[in-house]
C-alpha cells in the first residue's frame, strides 16, 4: 500500500524557536496533503490543506502565520511552527489521498510528537 | 457543516467476545464513510471505507461495517476480537467530491485476556 512518511517522528525544541516537520508520499505522487493536529485523548483536527504549487488553505482558528505549510513537490509538503511555545507541543499527523482531486481515503504518516520547553 | 459522534470514549471487551463500536454522523447527503485504526506509535490505518452501494462493507482484520442511512449510522463491528486488536478507532466523514473528512473523538478499545 502507499505510504507517507514523516520527520522528525519526535523533536523537542525550546519556547522562541522554529521546528521544521517533513511529510513525504514515498510511492505516489499527492497534490494535495493535510496536516492535523491532535492532542491527548482527543481526535484529529484539520489544521490546513497544503496544494502542491499554490499557496495553502486553512481551517478557521488556524495562524497561518505561525504554522507554515510549503508544498515544493508532488511528494513533499513541510509545516514549519515558527516562535514555538508550550501550547503548541502536540501530535501533529500529515495524510496524503490517492486518486487526485476524487475523494478518497487517505494515508497518514506515523505523526511527529512536538515538545516546546 | 458535517460532524461525526463517537459516544463510545472507552469500551473494554474480553478477547473472543463480539464488539461494536458506534459511529453517528451528521450530513444532509450520503457522505464518504471511513473507520480508521491508530496504533501507539503508529499512523492511522484504514481499516474500510464507505462511498456508495452494498451498505455492509468488510474490511482489513476482519472488521465489517454497516451503513444505516435511516439512523445515520456506520458502526463498527468484529465478531471476536482480539488482544492485538486494542487501540483507537476513529470514525470520519468525508463529503463527496472533495478530499478534506471530519474524524470523530475516536472510542479507546481495552482487551483484557
Known amino acids: 500500500g502507499a505510504v507517507v512518511s514523516q520527520h522528525p517522528s519526535r523533536v523537542i525544541c525550546k519556547s522562541g524557536t522554529s521546528v521544521k516537520i517533513e511529510c513525504r508520499s514515498l510511492d505516489f505522487q499527492a497534490t494535495t496533503m493535510f496536516w492535523y493536529r491532535q492532542f491527548p485523548k482527543q481526535s484529529l483536527m484539520l489544521m490546513a490543506t497544503?496544494?502542491?504549487?499554490?499557496?495553502?488553505?486553512?481551517e478557521q482558528g488556524v495562524e497561518k502565520d505561525k504554522f507554515l505549510i510549503n508544498h515544493a513537490s508532488l511528494t513533499l509538503s513541510t509545516l514549519t511552527v515558527t516562535s514555538a511555545h508550550p501550547e503548541d507541543s502536540s501530535f501533529y499527523i500529515c495524510?496524503?489521498?490517492?486518486?487526485?482531486?476524487?475523494?478518497?481515503?487517505?494515508?497518514f504518516g506515523p505523526g511527529t510528537r512536538l515538545t516546546v520547553t | 457543516a458535517q460532524s461525526v459522534t463517537q459516544p463510545d470514549i472507552h469500551i473494554t471487551v474480553s478477547e473472543g467476545a463480539s464488539l461494536e463500536l458506534r459511529c453517528n454522523y451528521s450530513?444532509?447527503?450520503?457522505?464518504?464513510l471511513f473507520w480508521y485504526v491508530q496504533s501507539p506509535g503508529q499512523g492511522l490505518q484504514l481499516l474500510l471505507k464507505?462511498?456508495?452501494?452494498?451498505?455492509l462493507v468488510q474490511g482489513i482484520k476482519g472488521f465489517e461495517a454497516e451503513f444505516k442511512r435511516s439512523q445515520s449510522s456506520f458502526n463498527l463491528r468484529k465478531p471476536s476480537v482480539h488482544w492485538s486488536d486494542a487501540a483507537e478507532y476513529f470514525c470520519a466523514v468525508g463529503v463527496g467530491g472533495y478530499q478534506k473528512v471530519t474524524f470523530g473523538t475516536g472510542t479507546k478499545l481495552q482487551v483484557i485476556p
Open positions: 497544503s496544494n502542491e504549487g499554490s499557496k495553502a488553505t486553512y
Open positions: 464507505y462511498f456508495s452501494g452494498d451498505t
Open positions: 495524510s496524503a489521498p490517492l486518486g487526485g482531486s476524487r475523494i478518497n481515503e487517505q494515508y
Open positions: 450530513y444532509g447527503a450520503t457522505p464518504y
